[in-house]
């Protein structure tokens, strides 16, 4: 059976990739039928099969993009499929090489998230067991080797341990925190406080007590940076990450929401 | 913990053992441990986790272009991500004259910008005091 925080991690994932679509409509006219040169998958076996627009005519991605928005619009409602996950991801990534200068890590996590999405899918059958179970744990050390990942690469440099690094950020007109400029104590608290808690996050998911704070804070972390730096889809990545380290209860809260939220609204309760 | 589950815990952990040596900082990483992590994640699994890291860039990074930029998120996103691109290629780094770019990567600014008549130039200010300067773009024509 399907767990409840599987569920709503495959429900947060469609509704991430209706997210991005909808980011980037505005500028599909330019992002969606224009070459983009060679993305990261250039050399790689991979090339003819995931970025499947560099060889078809220009204007493919809208034929695609439709479809995924299809599928992800279904996604949201319909019980998880594997063969649907699969679709889902392969027209992602397609689109994500396409376009990929708009990317962010955002898009790259989400790509490895959707592709393990499949896996969660597989029918609740016995021989699937090993393979549900396995992409289950996978998404969750994702989600950890992000934050470890980007911590060591804080690490090597001195702004992160100085506290300078976030006034450097601010004094950048391409980020929309010049206001923190203005504010060097601020700034450096952020500072530390962002890499505390990147460098904490993998400890901490593993006790109730703090993988509860730490989920928190994180909601509040991905919410505020993506709004604040203009990338939206980088936190709302994380966020659907979080799905599988809630506890089953929040899970089913967080499911049945919608629901209750109608229930409440609706004249004849 | 039974069987089953602990050897998808031991495939999780090889999967995300494989990925690290992909993702992390590469002088932690031993050199054969690296290309291996990279054969196996780069064409399935890519991942990058060096946003303002190890330091937030010291220069900013725009475009300059006889007129006025379109509005847009995305839009402006993907100007920044490919100034910083050709910020790094080599015939357009510090103390270069001009920016020497890729056709491809020009073309693309030039749709985003919505000028396509030349006179494309790379703004950028450096710390500590943020001077602004500007460089004029040159596409590579092989």
Redesign the interface.
């Known amino acids: 059976m399907i767990t409840d925080r599987t569920l709503l991690f495959h429900r947060l994932a469609h509704a991430w990739v209706l997210l991005a679509l909808a980011l980037q409509l505005p500028d599909a006219d330019v992002l969606w039928t224009n070459e983009a040169g060679r993305s990261v998958l250039t050399g790689t076996w991979a090339a003819g099969l995931l970025d499947p627009y560099h060889h078809l005519p220009a204007g493919g991605v809208y034929l695609g993009n439709g479809l995924l928005a299809m599928l992800a619009v279904g996604g949201l409602f319909a019980r998880p499929s594997w063969w649907r996950s699969a679709i889902l991801w392969w027209l992602f990534v397609a689109w994500m090489n396409a376009a990929w200068p708009t990317s962010t890590g955002g898009h790259q996590l989400m790509a490895n998230l959707l592709f393990w999405n499949i896996g969660l899918a597989l029918p609740d059958r016995s021989r699937f067991l090993l393979a549900r179970t396995t992409a289950f744990h996978i998404v969750r050390f994702q989600l950890l080797l992000a934050y470890l990942a980007t911590t060591l690469h804080k690490l090597q440099g001195h702004a992160w341990l100085d506290g300078s690094a976030l006034s450097q950020v601010a004094s950048d007109p391409a980020w929309s925190l010049g206001w923190l400029a203005g504010l060097p104590v601020l700034a450096r608290v952020f500072t530390w406080a962002t890499l505390a808690f990147q460098a904490l996050f993998p400890l901490a998911v593993w006790w109730p007590f703090t993988r509860s704070l730490f989920l928190a804070g994180g909601v509040v972390f991905h919410v505020s940076t993506g709004m604040l730096l203009g990338i939206p889809e980088m936190g709302a990545a994380f966020l659907v990450a979080y799905a599988l380290w809630l506890p089953e209860g929040t899970a089913r809260t967080i499911l049945e929401a919608p629901r209750a939220a109608v229930r409440r609204l609706s004249p004849t309760s | 913990m039974d069987r089953?589950?602990r050897?998808?815990?031991a495939?999780?952990?090889g999967?995300?053992l494989l990925?690290?040596a992909y993702?992390?900082?590469t002088?932690?990483v031993p050199e054969r441990a690296h290309v291996i992590g990279q054969a196996y994640a780069?064409?399935?699994?890519?991942?990058?986790?060096?946003?303002?890291?190890?330091?937030?860039?010291?220069c900013?990074?725009?475009w300059s272009v006889p007129g006025r930029i379109p509005p847009?998120?995305?839009?402006?996103?993907?100007l920044?991500?490919?100034c910083r691109?050709a910020q790094a290629l080599s015939g357009c780094g510090p103390g270069a004259d001009t920016c020497v770019v890729?056709v491809?990567?020009a073309?693309?600014v030039e749709?985003?910008t919505g000028h396509s008549t030349g006179g494309l130039g790379l703004r950028e200010?450096c710390?500590p005091d943020?001077a602004p300067q500007e460089r004029p773009v040159q596409a590579d024509r092989p």
Request: proline share 10%; with cysteine.
């Open positions: 089953r589950h050897l998808a815990m495939l999780a952990l999967h995300t990925l690290a993702v992390l900082p002088g932690m780069r064409p399935l699994f890519h991942q990058w986790w060096g946003l303002f890291a190890p330091d937030p860039p010291a900013s990074c725009d847009g998120l995305v839009r402006a996103r993907a920044n991500g490919l691109h890729p491809e990567l073309a693309w749709q985003l200010a710390l943020r």
